[in-house]
């Protein structure tokens, strides 16, 4: 049993992720400054995993501080106390962080402060309190428009945004400061690629603030009602059906790919892994909306318009080396992800704030 930190647990990948790692066995204490969650994903993770913790109170296995990463002082309190009762925190599991490509482009300032020197300052604390067993969610974006699909982790890094720009930026950091205390910092960066679905039960899902940015929660609205037709951008990209291809992979697969890199972190020596979470499958815009009508028995109608600046044609996981370090690979198909995020947006139409 190994007393973990979640920064930004209470997100949509972190819940999740908090869920399997509870059933495993793990201690979770999440650091989370809702500015993007809501407290109800954590009371759902307590009650799906057995447990009965609320907002307020914590449990021994799910402990939730509302806190900011950059607030030094909060997470100095937030190691000390964990050692204080005797549950040295062991590793950290870092998914605080903004993550809106087009909102990074208008307000570069903020994405810097939280991700990049809000990593500063968790990696700062975790350095003081040797703690140095970190993994780190990091991004396909990294990837720019890339030259060779399926995408392996020597691609070039070629960031073409404000938001791809800090996840560089950390990552280069990470590798400073591993190089700077060899044999001492058992780290995993972890390159999601389009994560993307919902837990089965529909408890837990993606609740984006606002018009969602990202294709397959804006898919799910136009489903239960909330919106009216999907735009498609872009029906002349060089691929099968005209739309853009990505590699969609279900959140509860994603989840399990951070149970297996905090596994083999803390088997193996010090070490800086560098890995691509993604199922190596490629699907189009089209086929997603075709996937999800089947999935909810609902139409989503769409036009297709110009296409979206920044985007790339494919983008697809060459997933290879996770399998073969993590022994991880995705399990669950398009199908099935269609199939959990309906479960989740028919059942919370209104995401977390339906029950608040
Ligand atoms: P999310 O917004 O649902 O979760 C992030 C969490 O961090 C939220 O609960 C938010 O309240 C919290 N947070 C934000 N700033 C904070 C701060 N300063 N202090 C404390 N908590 C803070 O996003 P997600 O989809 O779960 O993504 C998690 C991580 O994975 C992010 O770092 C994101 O950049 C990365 N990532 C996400 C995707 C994706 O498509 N969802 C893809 C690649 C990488
Ligand atoms: N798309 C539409 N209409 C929409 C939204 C998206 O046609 O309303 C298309 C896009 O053009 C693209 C595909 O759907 O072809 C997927 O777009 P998303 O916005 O869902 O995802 P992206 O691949 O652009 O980016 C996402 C996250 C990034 C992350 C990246 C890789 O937004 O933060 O996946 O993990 F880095």
Redesign the pocket.
């Known amino acids: 049993m190994t007393q973990l930190l979640l920064?930004?647990g209470?997100?949509?990948?972190?819940s999740h992720t908090c869920l399997v790692l509870l059933q495993e066995g793990h201690n979770l204490i999440v650091?989370?400054?809702?500015?993007?969650?809501s407290p109800v994903a954590l009371e759902r993770v307590a009650t799906l995993s057995g447990l009965s913790a609320s907002a307020e109170s914590s449990t021994e296995r799910l402990q939730l501080i509302q806190?900011?990463?950059?607030d030094s002082t909060c997470l100095g309190k937030v190691f000390i106390d964990a050692r204080n009762a005797g549950k040295p925190i062991e590793a950290v599991i870092h998914?605080?962080?903004?993550?809106a490509v087009g909102e990074s482009v208008r307000e570069p300032l903020r994405y810097w402060d939280?991700n990049l020197t809000?990593s500063r300052c968790l990696l700062a604390a975790m350095n003081a309190n040797d703690c140095r067993t970190l993994v780190f969610?990091?991004?396909?974006?990294l990837y720019g428009y890339p030259k060779d699909v399926p995408i392996p982790e020597t691609a070039p890094i070629k960031p073409i945004n404000p938001y791809g720009h800090s996840?560089a930026a950390v990552e280069q950091l990470l590798h400073d400061l591993a190089a700077s205390a060899p044999n001492q910092w058992r780290i995993a960066c972890l390159r999601?690629f389009?994560?993307v679905g919902a837990h089965p039960s529909g408890k837990i899902g993606e609740d984006p603030l606002g018009t969602p940015n990202?294709l397959f929660p804006f898919v799910s609205q136009v489903a239960v009602g909330r919106r009216t037709s999907l735009q498609v951008f872009g029906g002349d990209w060089p691929t099968k059906d005209g739309t853009g291809v990505r590699d969609y992979i279900h959140v509860m697969d994603l989840a399990e790919g951070h149970r297996a890199a905090i596994d083999c972190l803390l088997a193996e020596p010090a070490q800086l892994l560098t890995l691509n979470l993604g199922s190596g499958q490629g699907a189009s815009v089209v086929e997603v909306v075709r996937a999800f009508e089947r999935a909810s028995g609902c139409q989503v109608p769409y036009e297709v318009v110009a296409r979206r600046a920044g985007d790339a044609a494919i983008t697809v996981a060459d997933p290879s080396l996770a399998l073969q370090r993590l022994g991880w690979r995705t399990q669950r198909s398009l199908d099935d992800i269609c199939r959990d995020g309906w479960a989740w947006q028919s059942a919370n139409p209104s995401g977390y704030s339906d029950q608040q």
């Open positions: 920064t930004g209470a997100g949509f990948i972190g650091l989370d400054d809702h500015s993007n969650s806190g900011d990463i950059r998914f605080a962080g903004l993550k939280v809000g969610s990091s991004s396909a974006t996840k999601y389009n994560p990202n």
